[in-house]
């Protein structure tokens, strides 16, 4: 949490926040508090922003869709980095296979009270559970937000189409190559893409309109700045083909929606799109995810920054 001169706060939620229905809603409960008790410390309740980064902004991006996007006036403007609403919500259901599973584990199936069980038993055991030493052979689903009829009502894209979300002022954005954090390293064929697709929960309709949008084509794919294929090993013959879909699947389609509600309901929004190469990273990962965090806090100096590399940075 950060102040300025002006008596304006920041809720600051960085990267390494879980962005589960918990953690959710613990941040929509701290921030009641914030706004709440904010004038003591000399700040102003109408003055709140909340900003996120990555998974931090993802999260605080379901707080603008939280409860049909009545958020009581608690915070007047939001700042996303490289984050939104949408993204893959499950239910109650998607969970009860991985629950049912666990229980069984741990000998908590038959309790009276099945999670007050699992309250009760050794770190050790969980653990053993959760680092994949002893497994449930069970795939959990997605780690995110659970639509729950109450806090999340419908998947946050749907949410952002009806126009139920916080009317702030938003200020997001994207790096230029997100993508490449979010590939899949190796894939070198169009089975193998498309193989990684169906891994990704995508029907056949939908994999063949990706195929053709987005075509193994360097000169299409990301990072621009890394000229020709890329080696077959680490990255895959198809790195930029794949990459270039990743960054928009996992990052910057999100941000088109969710900045095209915003100014379709008359609301102050800006978008950038961030695209500076840092020293240190390589070529083939270009303007790539988390790396403006260091330029945001005025920190860059840390990676030696080459002022000559060619860098831009658009705010639309």
Request: glycine share 10%; proline share 5%.
């Amino acid at each position: 949490m950060e102040s300025n001169e002006e008596g304006d706060w920041l809720l600051e939620i960085g990267e390494d926040e879980v962005e589960d229905q918990e953690e959710s809603l613990a941040q929509n409960i701290f921030t009641i508090q914030l706004h709440d008790n904010i004038a003591a410390f000399g700040g102003s309740p109408d003055k709140l922003t909340i900003w996120g980064e990555s998974a931090g902004s993802r999260s605080l991006g379901m707080q603008l869709v939280a409860y049909d996007g009545k958020n009581d006036g608690l915070f007047c403007s939001a700042i996303l980095e490289s984050g939104s609403p949408v993204a893959k919500f499950t239910n109650a259901n998607g969970w009860q296979p991985y629950f049912d599973a666990l229980v069984k584990k741990t000998g908590c199936a038959n309790a009276p009270n099945r999670l007050d069980c699992l309250r009760g038993l050794p770190w050790e055991t969980l653990s053993a559970i959760f680092n994949g030493t002893n497994p449930l052979n069970v795939t959990a689903p997605t780690l995110s937000a659970v639509i729950d009829g109450d806090f999340m009502t419908a998947q946050g894209s749907a949410l952002l189409k009806q126009g139920k979300f916080a009317k702030v002022a938003l200020l997001t954005g994207n790096n230029f190559d997100e993508g490449t954090a979010y590939t899949k390293q190796g894939i070198s064929t169009d089975a193998q893409f498309e193989a990684w697709l169906i891994s990704q929960g995508l029907d056949s309709d939908q994999i063949e309109s990706i195929s053709e949008l987005y075509p193994n084509d360097p000169l299409l794919g990301i990072p621009a700045s890394y000229i020709g294929t890329p080696p077959a090993v680490p990255y895959g013959l198809e790195f930029k083909r794949v990459a270039a879909f990743a960054g928009d699947y996992q990052q910057h389609d999100g941000r088109r929606l969710l900045v095209e509600s915003y100014a379709g309901a008359g609301l102050s929004v800006y978008s950038y799109l961030w695209n500076v190469f840092v020293n240190g990273i390589p070529a083939i990962y270009g303007a790539t995810h988390f790396q403006e965090v260091a330029f945001v806090f005025e920190s860059s100096s840390q990676f030696d920054f080459d002022p000559t590399r060619n860098t831009e940075c658009h705010l639309t």
